[in-house]
T-cell receptor, first 113, second 110 residues
């Protein structure tokens, strides 16, 4: 069964600290993996997208990694800011049905001053 | 800003009613997808339209239907609303190798 699982479900950190969010997937055949940031009540906004051959990609203070062998990805946030408070969703696309993205349930991050 | 707009932003309906949600983009994109996102969950794929034809469908009943117009705007129609239909409804347009989401419509069914 094609699934995307994220951990932790929620996380609270202090402003300025780093954190790492995890994503495990069982989607096959794999096409690409995306990380989205979603503010409460808003649509998701793309942070990174990685294909099978890429194992790391950065977007400012966000760095995503991908291990296609173990089917794991992580999103590392450096020097967190209050505006990083949001849900972070891992999304995997299948090679044979590009329209059907498989979403994780997200990690809800709260950054406190 | 993704350039994708949705209307209305919020909507309250009662069970059994029908609802129409709308999506448009600043520039024309010939592929639009609709998602349902329950509170605390990731979005679930409803269906996708490509050049005004349904191009794929998720595990949703026929009372969820859609339209795409020649100007690439799109509608999601839900008939016979149920309490479990309460959710954030997102539309997304296809860019190069990624999707751009609208801000969503929050539907509450009482």
């Amino acid at each position: 069964k094609n699934q995307v699982e994220q951990s932790p479900q929620s996380l609270i950190i202090l402003e300025g600290k780093n954190c790492t969010l995890q994503c495990n997937y069982t989607v096959s055949p794999f096409s690409n993996l995306r990380w989205y940031k979603q503010d409460t009540g808003r649509g998701p906004v793309s942070l990174t997208i990685m294909t099978f051959s890429e194992n790391t990609k950065s977007n400012g203070r966000y760095t995503a990694t991908l291990d296609a062998d173990t089917k794991q990805s992580s999103l590392h946030i450096t020097a967190s800011q209050l505006s990083d408070s949001a849900s972070y969703i891992c999304v995997v696309s299948r090679m044979d049905s590009s329209y059907k993205l498989i979403f994780g349930s997200g990690t809800r991050l709260l950054v406190r001053p | 800003e993704t350039g994708v707009t949705q209307s209305p932003t919020h909507l309250i309906k009662t069970r059994g009613q029908q609802v129409t949600l709308r999506c448009s983009s600043q520039s024309g994109h010939n592929t639009v997808s609709w998602y349902q996102q329950a509170l605390g969950q990731g979005p679930q794929f409803i269906f996708q339209y490509y050049r005004e034809e349904e191009n794929g469908r998720g595990n949703f009943p026929p009372r969820f239907s859609g339209l795409q117009f020649p100007n690439y705007s799109s509608e999601l129609n839900v008939n016979a609303l149920e309490l479990d239909d309460s959710a954030l409804y997102l539309c997304a347009i296809d860019g190069y190798n990624e999707q751009f989401f609208g801000p969503g419509t929050r539907l509450t069914v009482l």
